[in-house]
């Protein structure tokens, strides 16, 4: 079974034929219409697709009512438009429809003076529809480039094909106040007042109308446009603060499956393996992490990529032996910036640090001879080691509980950095199967000594 | 028509993985493939299979394919049945020049139990592909044998790879590559365990001890109901100048067994040993024995420096302590002692009748030599210096922050 719900979608056009003056004999019928194009926007903060589908109808002069409904798919009324592409047509939409005791329909009356074929775009907002990123990062046995591929899955849960669709991927976080889902599964398109209104006299019309929709035959999927040898482009571009990638060409999107395409794919992007000890974060393992920097000197482009998963492997011949390395969620990564990629505890890497020494300094008293202060001092080593066969560079962080503290005596480090009142950070460079330590003494504030630091001399 | 191939190939098997080629007209997409000018090509076996075990990361497996494709767009479906992949972590990988075979895209059909990529090819060519992936159920472990010598004083490390094949899908003829230098060929069933032995080129370097920490041993192990006994066991350490090609121990069971004077083996204990990198020490705990005895006692506690606030209530006062340690070895042959012992607080040394070693600012570590039918006694004098009594008092114990 290709589909578990074969749908009907058709677009209808009931009209009635004015036969010279106010005498006039009416039909209703319905005339099935291709679609010429269809475009959907599919956006990734929210389950929301917003399908744009282009069609030619001929209008007879006088009041057209074009029917649109569907089955099998779960579409937000209040989102439903018909617009005439050509605006100088002899066509007015006069009001839109949306029958009683008739779920998942809608009627445009459309006057026209004269008879005409017009091109109209109905758009429409329908959930199931999703795309996910996500990223492939092989690197180099030296571990000194990856080749990123980055693709999406596109996939189609929605209960309906869109065959031959030109497809944009949005990103960025857009504000709803109701869930698509929710509106689509209203019974009333707008809801309803506390009062109930009579029956519609037109009940029997529209349900045979409704029948003779269904009755027809479900669109054929079509094939898609030929095939280019290179893989689909995807164009991307910013509108305001979203992204949007677009899809080259046309692609059917076919209830139930997804499709997985190549947005982003950079050769060789340089990377520096790193390691990275933070107790407050990690615990007591040294995570590894891969550094890369998304710009054009990396082969990756001028524009963000998009936050997805991405699993990482590790060549290990030339002839394409691989293993996996680990993998980890990526974020949204903007231009420019350098990312790092966690692959997991690294148990080749050891990082211990010990409190060497300590003792209570400057205790004060109040008036009343209470302890009311005193220096906690604490002579730390940290013990690193490099039991792997590369060079490794060592990211240490310590975080403190409060920021009175002083720092001092700092020996065998590579690189300082103070990042903010509460944490600090050494990087160290440790050979293969080399071991390293990195001396220094904390000072705490206690109590009154908080206030009073600044006479503490330094050690 | 994607879905179909994958259902054709699903009704092929009961539980596993398939991959075949459907070479199609250039231009044609998915459903197109029903029509008559598709013709499914071969239904390659892979020519080698490679299940890659890594440490602490799942088995992945590389299968080698010679697949034909015909010039323009091909169809490469791979499907599986029984079998929990992560479709997104499945690789196709052409194993030639990048711009004569392409993969475009690829497909997931609705039961997501399958991948149709789209391969672009310049020419009708049987070209080399790795299909990667990460099979759920395939795994691996390891356990490791030691025997020790009668005499304590050296170890044959064996190991065992247990790889356990729960995925689904048979490997007819695998090589399996532990690391760079373990790689062997077997063969594994669904559902079945292989074990397999694997030469550790070097032995590490031991050296038996007996281990006593204060934080977890009774202080007066005379007057306890049941013999608690002292642990020993054996340091095991890869000197760092070990041989190149020897490798990090992947964690695992150890059983120890020893070779006693009249040839027989006996198995004494077993342990964890966690990862143990080259140049890595770890003590691998055997049994306990209760022919050593060690008791510590306290023979003297001082508060001096007491300090008082106007209403005569303590504030911050100093101990002086002395505790005693006396080590009785009651067997025939000598014993080496790993001593631990913690003094938390703020504390400096008055008269310590035993060498030790600070392994950091309240651990400290005394290594003990007792011969044959030995006691020791020794006394461990230092001074606490500023226990806060009233206020503060949490800040006499030291935290690592």
């Excluded at chain 1, 009627?107 to 907002?125: D, G, K, N």
């Excluded at chain 1, 509106?183 to 009333?188: H, I, K, S």
């Excluded at chain 1, 000072?443 to 009154?448: A, L, M, P, R, V």
């Excluded at chain 2, 196709?92 to 672009?120: C, K």
Aim: aromatic share 10%; charged share 20%; proline share 6%.
């Amino acid at each position: 079974m290709m589909q578990t719900f074969r749908l009907f979608f058709s677009f209808s056009l009931i009209f009635i034929l004015m036969c010279g003056g106010p005498a006039h004999a009416r039909i209703d019928t319905a005339v099935l219409t291709e679609t010429r194009q269809i475009e959907a926007y599919i956006y990734r903060s929210a389950d929301l697709t917003l399908i744009k589908d282009t069609r030619t109808l001929y209008f007879a002069k006088g009041m057209n009512p074009v029917r649109f409904s569907w089955s099998g798919t779960r579409i937000d009324p209040t989102s439903l438009s018909f617009d005439i592409s050509d605006k100088s047509l002899p066509l007015e939409i006069t009001q839109t429809q949306f029958p009683a005791r008739e779920k998942n329909q809608a009627i445009w009356h459309v006057s026209a003076t004269q008879p005409c074929r017009a091109e109209v775009v109905l758009s429409y907002f329908t959930p199931g529809i999703f795309w996910q990123p996500h990223y492939t990062a092989v690197l180099s046995e030296d571990r000194t480039r990856m080749k990123l591929t980055g693709q999406v899955r596109v996939e189609n849960r929605s209960g309906m094909d869109y065959p031959d669709a030109t497809v944009h991927l949005v990103t960025g976080k857009i504000h709803l106040l109701d869930r698509i889902a929710d509106l689509a599964n209203q019974p009333f398109p707008y809801g309803r007042p506390e009062t109930r209104g009579g029956d519609n006299p037109q009940q029997d019309m529209v349900a045979r109308g409704k029948a003779l929709l269904e009755s027809a035959p479900a669109l054929m999927i079509q094939s898609e446009k030929a095939a280019s040898p290179a893989p689909r482009a995807i164009t991307k571009s910013r509108a305001s603060d979203y992204m949007v990638y677009t899809l080259d060409g046309q692609k059917s999107l076919l209830n139930g499956w997804s499709d997985r395409l190549t947005f982003v794919e950079a050769e060789s992007v340089p990377v520096e393996t790193l390691h990275v000890f933070d107790a407050s974060r990690f615990g007591n393992g040294v995570m590894q992490m891969v550094s890369f920097t998304n710009d054009k000197g990396s082969g990756l482009g001028s524009f963000p990529l998009p936050g997805g998963a991405v699993k990482v492997f590790q060549s290990i011949d030339a002839d394409g032996g691989m293993i996996f390395a680990g993998s980890d969620t990526a974020d949204y990564i903007p231009s420019g910036k350098r990312h790092h990629l966690s692959l997991g505890p690294d148990p080749r890497i050891t990082v211990v640090p010990k409190v060497m020494k300590y003792a209570k300094t400057h205790l004060t008293f109040d008036k009343k001879n209470n302890l009311s202060g005193f220096d906690e001092v604490r002579t730390w080593v940290i013990e690193a080691a490099n039991f792997s066969d590369h060079p490794a560079r060592i990211d240490i962080f310590q975080t403190l509980p409060h920021p009175h503290f002083a720092i001092s005596g700092i020996q065998g480090q590579d690189e300082f950095e103070r990042i903010d009142q509460n944490r600090f950070k050494f990087s160290i460079r440790v050979s293969p199967a080399g071991k390293k330590n990195i001396h220094y003494t904390i000072t705490t504030y206690q109590g009154d000594r908080q206030w009073q630091q600044k006479s503490v001399p330094s050690s | 028509m994607a879905a179909k191939i994958g259902s054709f190939l699903m009704k092929s098997r009961s539980f596993g993985i398939m991959i075949c080629s459907a070479l199609v007209t250039a231009g044609l997409i998915l459903p197109a493939l029903v029509s008559a000018d598709t013709r499914l090509g071969i239904l390659p076996q892979p020519d080698a299979v490679h299940i890659r075990l890594s440490n602490q990361n799942p088995a992945m497996v590389q299968e080698h394919h010679q697949i034909s494709l015909g010039k323009g767009i091909n169809q490469v479906a791979f499907s599986w049945s029984g079998v929990r992949l992560d479709p997104d972590a499945v690789l196709l990988t052409p194993l030639s020049d990048p711009e004569s075979v392409r993969v475009l895209s690829a497909a997931m059909p609705p039961d997501g139990a399958g991948l149709i990529w789209q391969v672009y090819s310049s020419n009708d060519a049987v070209v080399p592909m790795i299909l990667s992936y990460l099979p759920a159920g395939l795994d691996s472990l390891v356990t490791y044998t030691a025997t020790v010598n009668a005499r304590e004083t050296a170890l044959d490390l064996d190991a065992k790879l247990i790889l356990r094949n729960f995925s689904g899908q048979p490997y007819e003829s695998a090589t399996v590559r532990l690391d760079l230098d373990t790689v062997f060929s077997t063969q594994i069933q669904d559902q079945e365990t292989r074990q397999v032995s694997f030469p550790i080129p070097q032995n590490p370097e031991m050296t038996k001890i007996l281990q006593w920490d204060g934080q977890t041993m009774p202080h007066d192990p005379e007057n306890q109901d049941t013999a608690v006994g002292v642990p020993f066991g054996y340091e095991i350490t890869f000197p760092v100048n070990a041989v190149r090609d020897t490798f990090d121990l992947r964690p695992g069971n150890v059983r120890i067994f020893l070779e006693d004077v009249q040839g027989r083996t006996l198995f004494t204990g077993e342990d964890f040993l966690p990862f143990l990198a080259k140049g890595d020490s770890f003590f691998l705990e055997t049994g306990r024995t209760r022919d050593v005895i060690i008791t510590k006692r306290r023979m003297k506690t001082d508060d001096i420096q007491v300090r008082r606030n106007d209403k005569g209530t303590i504030q911050v006062f100093d101990q002086i302590i002395t505790d005693r340690f006396i080590l009785k070895n009651t067997r025939t042959t000598p014993a080496d002692i790993r001593l631990i012992d913690r003094i938390t607080g703020q504390w400096e040394p008055v008269d310590m009748a035993h060498a030790y070693t600070l392994e950091d600012h309240e651990t400290l570590r005394l290594d003990i030599h007792l011969d044959a039918e030995e006691t020791r006694t020794f006394d461990l004098t230092y001074k606490i210096l500023n226990i806060f009594a009233d206020k503060f008092t949490q800040y006499n114990q030291v935290t690592y922050q």
